[in-house]
Each structure stands twice: as structure tokens, then as C-alpha cells.
């Protein structure tokens, strides 16, 4: 069973910091690109973060560069994301995703919310 879950979500003031992870099961995590997109209420689900299958290259949203990093670590099948200098507007849910070649794979997503 194709699965990611994700973790790390929580509640931070402006300025603060968080790292998301997301676990991936039931497929080879190593050979497939995978991405971080987040949604806030009333609006569209919006891409954050991407990075390569090997981690060499990584894109990011323009509304997060500078503050967010991607990373992965492909012994533990696991995808991250840093979240620093977070911003109210920055409050959203956030999923992980991977576009296999039969499917495109979603986690249940985890809540980050900021705020004073």
C-alpha cells in the first residue's frame, strides 16, 4: 500500500520555526521526485517546495524562498520540510505528495498555524 504520512504541524508565533516530515511507504521513495503544497481556507491548494529524486535540485514557491527548505533523506524514505521566519499567512494545511507513474499520492495532511 502506497502511503505517506505526514507530521510535525503545530502551533508557532510569527517568527517561529517548524519542520514538517512526511514518511513515504509501498513504492521506491529514491527514484521520484517529491513535493510539499499547503492550503488555507477559501483558497487553492498551492505549491511550496519540490526537490529531486536524488535531493540535488529543489524549487520553491516565491512567497517562501529564503525561509523554507526541502530536504529528504532517502535511507529513511523521508521528506522534509524547514519552515523558518513563519508568517501568519503562512498558516495553512500542509500535504506531501508524490506524482508516481500510476497514481498521484497524497498524505492526510498536517495543520500549521500561525499566529500571536
Known amino acids: 500500500q502506497v502511503l505517506l504520512v505526514e507530521s510535525g504541524g503545530g502551533l508557532v508565533q510569527p517568527g517561529g520555526s517548524l519542520t514538517l516530515s512526511c514518511a513515504a511507504s509501498?513504492?521506491?521513495?529514491?527514484?521520484?521526485?517529491m513535493n510539499w503544497y499547503r492550503q488555507a481556507p477559501g483558497k487553492e491548494r498551492e505549491l511550496v517546495a519540490t526537490?529531486?529524486?536524488?535531493?540535488?535540485?529543489?524549487n520553491y514557491a516565491n512567497s517562501v524562498k529564503g525561509r523554507f527548505t526541502i530536504s529528504r533523506d532517502n535511507t529513511k524514505n523521508t521528506v522534509y520540510l524547514r519552515m523558518n521566519s513563519l508568517k501568519p499567512e503562512d498558516t495553512a494545511l500542509y500535504y506531501c505528495?508524490?506524482?508516481?507513474?500510476?497514481?498521484?499520492?497524497w498524505g492526510q495532511g498536517t495543520q500549521v498555524t500561525v499566529t500571536s
Open positions: 509501498g513504492f521506491t521513495f529514491s527514484l521520484f521526485p
Open positions: 526537490i529531486s529524486n536524488t535531493g540535488g535540485g529543489t
Open positions: 505528495n508524490a506524482r508516481l507513474v500510476a497514481a498521484n499520492i
